[in-house]
Each structure stands twice: as structure tokens, then as C-alpha cells.
């Protein structure tokens, strides 16, 4: 590393993971952390918008060759209605004029990030510390102070600015006493993976599937491995939340999709509370946030870790600005919250809430218009067209960027 102080970035998730391959790609020095001892392997975010496919293409022609290599293109993804059967098709080709890549990639989120790090190796200035935990911070008016919890002990780093990439528990926001304004839902997600074939025992069934029901909504998609389910649960104790993960609960939601006198192979299951919040304001100084650390929301549409990629390329746009040509600092930063904070409140927040609820309600009379809506939409090329380019994150990145 260079003897100019680096951007300590905390998190090597996929917003710390893409500012530091940003940074490091311009020369400048960065120290990624990583509580975790080596990049954490879990089930989370499995879509690439078109978007974030193209970002990252730009930044690096190894890491998006291999997630294309690896990845399942989704040239279509549907809304079902499992009371009455029908579908709702929209086809990705329709945007095919807007972006170069067409598809939504369905790829977990933990290949990015490994793809990432391999990456990073090749470059001098950027160095990959795991096993290394953000415990506190300072900041004063030429650096910042991070206070870590290393396998050796307590070590405080000293950089030029500490970037919180470190998911909604973020040590930073809560440090900078930054305030996450929204609300957990009453509900939590269980997800589930299996490989039993799907595509085999549904007519025509894409990638990426809503599905509507009177009783119970759920979200079925295939990732680069397996097929996944998510269905809404209403644990209210400790006792409730293991029932909802057991075999019997877990077994007889997969019945009720596809009903087999065999079990289902199940490789995976977890619980999750769902939230939807903002945070007050996405820097403070020299401290800055990214990704979960300062947004999250319902996983429907696959807008919170799409939502963070976009934030680490603005921001690494931002630092290369005040780090490299001298700009101003308080400038570039309460540009980028303006940016990305406002559109976080008003694109994305109100797209996911939307979603849920036309998931969720109840109501056969408007599930019935819900599907009705989606059908004529889906059939008509413009409507189709302006949903397409709303739902893929399209819309709202070329807004932020307009922003002033
Ligand atoms: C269970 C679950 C399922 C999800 N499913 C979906 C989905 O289906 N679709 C979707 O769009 N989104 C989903 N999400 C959200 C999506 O995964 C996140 O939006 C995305 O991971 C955000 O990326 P990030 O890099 O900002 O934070 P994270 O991915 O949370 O990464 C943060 C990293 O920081 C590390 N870390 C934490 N604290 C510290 C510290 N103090 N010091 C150093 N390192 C630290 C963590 O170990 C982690 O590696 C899901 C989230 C969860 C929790």
C-alpha cells in the first residue's frame, strides 16, 4: 500500500466489495474489513438488474465474464395467479433498445463478492483484511480513526475516510448517531432451496415467479444452483420460529405448490425480519454509508442489494472526485446523499411496499384486478415497455444521475 492514508471500507459484502475494486481500479490506496473470517457464504439477494450488470461490466470485463459464465439469464419473469392459473409474461427483450443487458442474472449475491476479492489481489493498493471487526470510530478534520477487534486483539487503523459497508447492523451509522427512519413488518420471510426441477411439473414457468394466492403469496425463482422459495410467516415466539423451520411446516409449504408423495430435498431454510428504512442522512463527515448500512426493504423486486451497488459506484465516482482532483468534499457527499438517499425514499421504498401489498391482499376481488392489471399491462408492448424499465432499476438510476 502507498503511504497516502487509504479509504477504510468495513464490510466486504457486495457494496464494500464494488467501492473497493472502484477505488483500488483509480489507484487509490483501501483497506476493505471483514468480521467474518473468510467472505461469508449465505443465501440473500440472487437477481442482477440490468443496471448493475452494466456498472459492472465497466469496472471490470473479469468479474462480469464470470458471472455471465455462472449466472442464469432471466429474459422473462412472470406474475401467477395460482387460484385461477393465469400469467402474466414480461419479456425483458422489450427493453433491448435501453440496456445491454436485457436479462435479469440470477446469481447469489456471495459470487460477486468472491469474484471481487480474487480481483482485488491484482492490485497493490488495496488490501483484504478478514477476521477484523468495526468496533467505533473518530473522525477528526484530516482523517479517521477505526477502532477494530482482531484475532491479535484491539488495533485502531487510521484512514482518510471510513465508508460503512457493513449491512443494517452498520457500526458506523449507529456510531454517527444517524437515525434509520421506517419499520419492521409484522411478518418474516422463510426461504427455502431445493433442486427438485420445477420447471418440470409447471407449464412454462420463467426464472422468476410471483405467485398470488388466496390463502398464502409466494416467490419462486432459480438461482445459478437451485430453485428457491419464500412464503410470508407470522412467528410471534422463539418456539413458533422453529416450528416455521422444521421439516413438517417446511415440507408441507412445498406440498402445497406441488404436491408429491416423496419429501422435497431441502438444502437450505431461513428465517428473516423484513424492513423498510432509510437513513437520515448518508454521511457525516467523513464517514460515509452504503448499501444496507443506510437502506433496506422487502426483498420483492430485488431492489436492496441492486439499490447498494448503485450507491458504491456513485460514491466511488464521489471519493476519486475529492481524493484525486481535489474536489470539494462537502460538495461531492451531499451530492451523492441527494442522489441516492432521496431516490432510496421515493423509487425504492415505494416500488417494494407496492409490491408486497399486490402480493399480499387478501381479497379475491382485488386479486383479480391485481392480475387483470398485470395481464393487459404485460400485453401491451408500450405499458409493458414503461413497467419493464421502472421494475429493472433502469428508470431510477438514470433519474438519480440527473440529480444536481
Ligand atoms: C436473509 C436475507 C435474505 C435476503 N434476500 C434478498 C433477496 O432475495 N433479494 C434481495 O434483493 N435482497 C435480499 N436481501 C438483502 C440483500 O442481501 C442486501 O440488500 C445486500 O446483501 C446488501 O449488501 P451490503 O453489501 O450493503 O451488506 P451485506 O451484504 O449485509 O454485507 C455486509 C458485510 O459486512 C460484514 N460486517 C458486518 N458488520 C461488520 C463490522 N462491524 N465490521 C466488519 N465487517 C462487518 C458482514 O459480515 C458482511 O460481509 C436479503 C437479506 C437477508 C439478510
Not at 465497466?58 to 432471466?74: H, P
Not at 428457491?228 to 409449504?253: C, G, K
Amino acid at each position: 500500500m502507498s503511504n497516502q492514508s487509504p479509504v477504510i471500507i468495513a464490510g466486504a459484502g457486495p457494496s464494500g466489495c464494488v467501492l473497493a475494486l472502484s477505488l483500488a481500479k483509480q489507484g487509490i490506496p483501501v483497506q476493505l474489513l471483514e468480521k467474518c473470517d473468510s467472505l461469508p457464504i449465505d443465501l440473500r439477494a440472487s437477481t442482477f438488474h440490468p443496471p448493475s450488470l452494466e456498472m459492472i461490466a465497466d469496472l471490470d470485463e473479469g468479474v462480469i465474464g464470470k458471472m455471465l459464465e455462472r449466472g442464469l439469464r432471466a429474459d422473462r419473469y412472470q406474475y401467477r395467479d395460482r387460484a385461477t392459473g393465469e400469467v402474466a409474461t414480461f419479456e425483458m427483450s422489450q427493453i433491448a433498445d435501453e440496456t445491454r443487458y436485457p436479462f435479469r442474472l440470477q446469481l447469489e449475491q456471495y459470487e460477486l463478492t468472491h469474484f471481487i476479492c480474487d480481483a482485488l489481489v491484482g492490485y497493490p493498493c488495496a488490501e483484504v483484511r478478514f477476521g477484523c471487526e468495526l468496533v467505533d470510530y473518530a473522525q477528526d478534520a484530516v482523517g479517521v480513526t477505526a477502532i477494530v477487534r482482531t484475532p491479535e486483539g484491539e488495533q485502531q487503523l487510521r484512514g482518510s475516510y471510513l465508508v460503512g459497508a457493513e449491512g443494517a447492523r452498520s457500526v458506523v451509522r449507529k456510531r454517527s448517531e444517524i437515525g434509520y427512519m421506517g419499520f419492521t413488518y409484522d411478518e418474516k420471510f422463510l426461504v427455502v432451496s431445493t433442486s427438485f426441477p420445477f420447471e418440470d411439473v409447471f407449464e412454462d414457468f420463467s426464472y422468476v415467479n410471483y405467485v398470488s394466492d388466496p390463502e398464502e403469496w409466494c416467490v419462486i425463482l432459480r438461482t445459478d444452483k437451485l430453485w428457491r422459495v419464500l412464503v410470508p410467516v407470522f412467528p410471534t415466539s422463539e418456539a413458533e420460529e422453529a416450528y416455521y423451520l422444521s421439516d413438517e411446516f417446511v415440507q408441507s409449504r412445498l406440498k402445497r405448490l406441488h404436491a408429491r408423495d416423496e419429501d422435497y430435498d431441502v438444502h437450505h431454510r431461513s428465517i428473516y425480519a423484513v424492513n423498510q428504512r432509510v437513513a437520515e442522512t448518508y454521511y457525516q463527515g467523513r464517514a460515509l454509508l452504503v448499501g444496507d448500512a443506510c437502506h433496506i426493504n422487502n426483498p420483492l423486486g430485488g431492489m436492496g442489494m441492486n439499490g447498494g451497488l448503485h450507491d458504491a459506484f456513485n460514491l466511488a465516482d464521489k471519493l476519486q472526485g475529492v481524493i484525486l482532483e481535489g474536489a470539494d468534499a462537502e460538495a461531492a457527499f451531499s451530492l451523492y446523499d441527494r442522489q441516492r438517499r432521496e431516490l432510496a425514499v421515493e423509487f425504492v421504498q415505494r416500488h417494494t411496499i407496492e409490491n408486497k401489498k399486490l402480493m399480499e391482499a387478501r381479497d379475491p376481488d382485488v386479486q383479480r384486478k391485481r392480475q387483470q392489471m398485470l395481464m393487459e399491462t404485460a400485453a401491451d408492448p408500450q405499458r409493458a415497455r414503461a413497467f419493464l424499465l421502472e421494475r429493472s432499476m433502469i428508470n431510477c438510476v438514470r433519474e438519480s444521475l440527473s440529480v444536481q
